[in-house]
């Protein structure tokens, strides 16, 4: 099992630009998020879903869309992007909402 | 917002000593859960503690929670170089269908 698994490792995007981060579980969970990580911080979450189909807002959403047409993927979207949105990003998942929860590897993302 | 704070924000501590690591919260919860994240890496599940429990242990890892406090403790015995790592406090509660990570504490094991 790859357990959870993110596309792209690394990228660097001009301000204004658009892209779209892949998250892949192959642990049949139910809940996957997103949650972006600062120098010196914690996580922050940004958009999570509770099932196929289904997305809701997290702690920081602004700046990012989501969608979970698949079960088994989780897609975070970056229309316009900004140099704040410069930061690492990861994608988890677990099998209900307040449990554990495994993490992918995540993505640097430096925008300029 | 940051539902848990660690405390210390930084550690160093030598190999074969032990390291404890304190984390408070501010609302009622279901369970606490550490993770430890080397660097650049993602995070790892460690442990979870439910609110009806005081203690538990995982090999050399043994975690406390204090609800009246609000606040837990993990304590690594007989530390190693390979436990140099991040480590967060998590809180769960059924009514919020996600975590809320603290801001860490960074460990440092000198061999």
């Known amino acids: 099992n790859a357990g959870v698994t993110q596309t792209p490792k690394f990228r660097v995007l001009k301000t204004g630009q658009s892209m779209t981060l892949l998250c892949a579980q192959d642990m049949n969970h139910e809940y996957m998020y997103w949650y972006r990580q600062d120098p010196g911080m914690g996580l922050r979450l940004i958009h999570y879903?509770?099932?196929?189909?289904?997305?809701a807002k997290g702690e920081v959403p602004d700046g990012y869309n989501v969608s979970r047409l698949k079960k088994q993927n989780f897609l975070l979207g970056l229309e316009s992007a900004a140099p704040s949105q410069t930061s690492v990003y990861f994608c988890?998942?677990?099998?209900?909402?307040?449990?554990?929860?495994?993490f992918g590897p995540g993505t640097r993302l430096t925008v300029t | 917002s940051q539902q848990g704070e660690e405390d210390p924000q930084a550690l160093s501590i030598q190999e074969g000593e032990n390291a404890t690591m304190n984390c408070s919260y501010k609302t009622s919860i279901n369970n606490l859960q550490w993770y430890r994240q080397n660097s650049g890496r993602g995070l790892v599940h460690l442990i979870l503690?439910?609110?009806?429990?005081r203690e538990k242990h995982s090999g050399r890892l043994r975690v406390t929670l204090d609800t009246s406090k609000k606040s837990s403790s993990l304590l690594i015995t007989a530390s190693r170089a390979a436990d140099t790592a991040s480590y967060f406090c998590a809180t769960g509660d059924m009514g919020r269908r996600a975590l809320t990570f603290g801001s860490g504490t960074r460990l440092q094991v000198q061999p």
């Open positions: 503690i439910r609110s009806n429990e």
């Open positions: 879903s509770v099932g196929e189909g289904t997305t």
């Open positions: 988890a998942s677990s099998y209900e909402g307040p449990h554990e929860q495994y």
